[in-house]
C-alpha cells in the first residue's frame, strides 16, 4: 500500500515521465493496480484546473482508480461541532434526537472512511494487489485510509506498541499537520481555515473496530481517549508542530518528553489494555451497515452522562479475568 | 419442493439450493450437499407474514416474515407450486383452534410428575410472601374464586384490608372490563404500594362510592402518606376522548386525596405501526447512515420505549424516594399498565433482576393480570388490529436498562431473546390465552409444558458473567439517567436484526467471560484437592492418585485456549466496482438458528454441526462450545452461544 498527494497534470495535462515510472516499478509484470482517491471524480477533475488532477488513464494504464470522497476541512469540522452541539442540548426531545445525530453526519463519516479503508485492504488481501491512496494534499483523509487499513490488516498493528508505531508512522511522520488540524476542538468560537477533526475521525474508526471485535485490539477506549486528549493539548512534544521538518528546527526532540516513553511506563501501561485481548492473526473485517456504526459514547457524552455503572462493569471484567 | 432457493438478505448474490418442507407445525429447509444437510426450520406460530413477490426468470420469490424478526427469501422455481406452498402457509399460520397450536404435541419426553414440578417453579403466593404481604395492611380477596367479579383477573388478588368485598365489587362494576385497583407491589421498607387497575367509566360526571373508597383504601393502606398518586399511562387527549364514550379518568374532586397525572403512552395501534416502520428500515438493502437514522426516527419506536421507561421511573421514585402509593391504569389496564408497573417494580425491587425473579415479574404482572397474549400476539387467527408488541416493548426496556447497569442484572440478552422467542412461538403452555380463566378452561397446565422450568434447566446459558449479588448496582433502586438521557437508548439489533450475524460483534464477550469464570471455579476447587491431596501426602504415603487425574483431564480440557480466539470472518461488500471480489455476505443465516427451533425429535447432535462453516470464506471458523461433555474450546463468535438453543430446546 502506497500513499502520496495528488499528481500534478494541471490544465495543461503535463506528463510526469519519473513519476509514471515509479508508479510502473511499483507494479509486477502484468499486475493490475488501484489508486483509490479520497475525492469525488467532480472534485478530483476541478482540482486539475488549479495544478492538480488525478492520474490519467493514459499515462498510467495499470492502475485502475476508484473514486471514495471523504470529507476533510471546514465541512468535517462542522459536522464534530454539530454532534458536539447535539449531545450537550439539553433541551432536545427524544422524537428529534436521532434527525439532530444524523444531520451532523459524523457517523455517516465514520462509515464512510471505514468502508474505504475496507476496501483498501481488500485490495491488498482479497486481490492481491497494490493499493495507492491519495486525497488532496496527502496529509489528511490519506493518511486516515492507510493508517485504518493497517489496523484492518495488521494482527501487530492492533497491539499496543504497533499501534503507537502506526501513529508514529502513518500520522506524525507522514505529516498530518496536528497543529492546524488540532487546534481549538469544538467549542471554540474561533473556526479556524485549517482546522479539521481527521484524527478523531480516525480514533472513532478505531473504537469501531473495538467495539465490534472486543478481543482483538491489546489496547482499550482509555487510551484512544488519552491520544485525542494529547492531540490537543498535551504535556508531550509528540504530537507537536505540522511535520517532521518543524520538529526538527522546534528541536522537539531535545526539549520535549515522548508520550510514548510515558505511555509503555509499567505502572501506566496496565490502564491501556483490554483485559480482553487475545492476538488474532486473521484480518478483521468490520461491518458498515448502519446498525453496526454507533456513537462513541465515551467520548462525545464523556462529560454528560454518568461513565459509573460502565466503570463498574470494566472493573468486573477486568476482576474476572485477572482471578483467571 | 424441491430446487429452492433460500436467499441472503445482504447478498442477493449467495443462494443456497435446497427441499422445502411443510410439516403440521413447521416449515423446514433442508440445504442440498451430501455434507452440510443444513436445516432452517421455521414454527408457523412464528410466521407473522407471507407474502409471494413477482415471478422472474429464476423463479417465484415468497417472503417469510416472523414475528420474532426472522425474515427468509425463498426462491420457488414452479409458480404452481409457489401458490401451493403461500396457500399452505397462510392457513397453517392462522391456526383456528388451540390444538392446533405446537405447545400440545411438543414432548420434551418428561414424565408427569416433572411436568407438575416444571409449572411449580413460579409460585406468585410466595412472591407476594416474599414482598410482605398479607400483613396489617393487605390481605388476599377470594372474591373472584370463580372468575365472577373480573373474568381477566387472576382468582386471586391483594387487596387493602379496610376493602371489603362489597368495596371491591362495587368499584369493579365502576371499571372497565370490571378491573378493579389490586396489588401489583408492595415495598415492605416504607409500605408504599403500586396498583394497577383499569379507567373508571367516569364519563364526564359519574361517581362511584364504593370505587372512591377503594382508593382510600388504598391510601389508607400506607400510614406514610396521606395522599396517592393516580397515574393514567395515556396522552391526556385519548383520556379526555374516552369520557364521550362513558370512561375516562378520576377527576380530583371527587377522589379525596389522590394526585392525578397523565403521562402519555401511545396506545395499541401507535405502537404497532411503530414496530412496522422500523422493520422496514431493518430491511432496507444497504441504507445509508441517514437512511437509518432518519427511519429509525421516523418510526418513532426509541420514543416509546423511552415514555413507557419514563413512566417507569416515575412510578418507582414515588414509591422508593416519596414513599406514597400509586395506582396506575390505562384503558383496560392490561397494556401500557402492566409495561409500566414491571419497568417500576424492575427498578425498585433488585429480586426482579434475577432471572427467577424476572420470570416471576412476568408471570405476575403479565400472565396473571390477563394481558391478552392470544390477541396481541395472534396464537390463534384474530383481528388484526389487536396485534400489538407490548411485552415486546417491556423486553425492551429490560435490555435497555441492562446495557445502562450491567452488572445489575443476572441474566444476560440471550435469556430475553429466548423469552421473546417463545412468546410467539407457542412451543410452551405460558403465554396461550387470554385470561388465567381461559388456560384453566383449556387445562394448559395438564397439557403442555412450562418455558419457565425449561429456561430454569439451561440456567447456565443465560447468566450475565458480570452480576453479582453483592455488588453496588445490584443493591437496592435503579436510578436511570433522566436528562439528558436521549442517547442512551440505543436500537437493539441482537433483537431485530437477530439473525444477521454479520452485523454483530463478531466475538461474544459474554460467553468468553462465563467460561472465564467457570474455568476459575474449577481451577479453584482443583486447588482446594490438590492443596488437601497435599496434606495428606505429608500424613501418609498412600495417595490416591485416581481421583487426581480425572481433575486433571477435565481442568485440561476447559482449559481457556485463548488462540482459539481467532477467527476468520469475510468482508461485507464494500464495493460495486470490486465485481471480481467473491463477497460473501457475513450475515449468512447460520444453522444455530435453526438449532434454536429445533424440536428434540430432530436434534441429531447436542451442537449443531458447525464444522460445515468453518472454511474461511464463509467466515465462521469450528467453535465448539458448551458441549455436553464438557469438552470445547472458547466460544469467540456469536453463532458459538446458539448452539446452547439446541441444547436448550432439546428438553
Known sequence: MLRSGQPLPGPNRRRCREDEALLGA???????????????????????????GTEPKSSYPHWRRLHRPLERGRPLQESFVRLVEACADPSLSMDRWLGRLESSRWLSHVKAALSTACLAAQCLDREGAKVLVHGAEGT?????????AQVILD??????????????????????PFHLRCARSAYSHARLKQEAPLFLLFLDCVWQLSRQFPFSLEFGEHLLLTLFDNAYASAYGTFLCNNEKERSLCKVKESTHSLWAWLSQPEEQHKFLNPLYSPNALVIWPSVEPQSIQLWQGLFLRWIRPSQHLDEAWAEIQQLVQEN | VENVRLLDRLSSRKAVL?????????????ENGSETRKETWVLHSQISSIEKQATTATGCPLLIRCKNFQVIQLVIPQE???????????????????EELYCFSFNPKLDKEEREQGWKLVDLTEEYNRMGVPNNYWQICDVNRDYGVCDSYPTEVYVPKSATAHIIVGSSKFRSRRRFPALSYYCKDNNASICRSSQPLSGFSARCLEDEQMLQAIRKANPGSNFIYVVDTRPKLNAMANRAAGKGYENEDNYSNI??????????HVMRNSLQKMLEVCELKSPSMSDFLWGLENSGWLKHI????????FIAKAVAEEGVSVLVHCSDGWDRTAQVCSVASLLLDPYYRTMKGLMVLIEKDWVSFGHKF??????LDGDPKEISPVIDQFIECVWQLMEQFPCAFEFNERFLIHIQHHIYSCQFGHFLCNSQKERRELKIQERTYSLWAQLWKNRANYLNPLYRSDHGQTQGTLHPQIAPCNFLYKFWSGMYNRFEKGLHPRQSVTDYLMAVKEETQQLEEELEVLGERLANLQKSQLGDNKVQSKQQDRSKQLRLSTSNNSLANTPQEYSNDLKSFPSWSPSQGDEEDSALILTQDNLKSSDPDLSANSDQESGVEDLSCRSPSGGGCLPSEDSGKDSDEAVFLAG
Open chain 1, 26 to 52: 511499483v507494479l509486477d509484470q502484468g499486475e493490475r493496480g488501484f489508486v483509490i482517491d479520497t475525492r469525488s471524480a467532480q472534485a478530483a477533475k476541478q482540482a486539475r484546473m488549479s495544478g492538480g
Open chain 1, 140 to 148: 489528511d483523509t490519506t493518511l486516515l485510509v492507510t493508517a485504518l
Open chain 1, 155 to 176: 494482527p501487530a498493528c492492533r497491539t499496543l506498541v504497533g499501534f503507537q508505531g502506526l501513529l508514529q508512522r502513518e500520522w506524525i511522520e507522514a505529516g498530518h
Open chain 2, 18 to 30: 435446497g427441499t422445502l418442507y411443510l410439516t403440521a407445525t413447521h416449515v423446514i429447509f433442508v
Open chain 2, 80 to 98: 404452481r407450486d409457489c401458490h401451493d406452498v403461500y396457500i399452505s402457509l397462510i392457513r397453517l399460520a392462522r391456526p383456528v383452534k388451540y
Open chain 2, 259 to 268: 394526585k392525578f397525572q397523565f403521562i402519555g403512552i401511545e396506545n395499541i
Open chain 2, 306 to 313: 423511552k415514555a413507557i421507561m419514563d413512566a417507569g421511573i
Open chain 2, 374 to 379: 392470544n390477541h396481541r400476539y395472534g396464537n
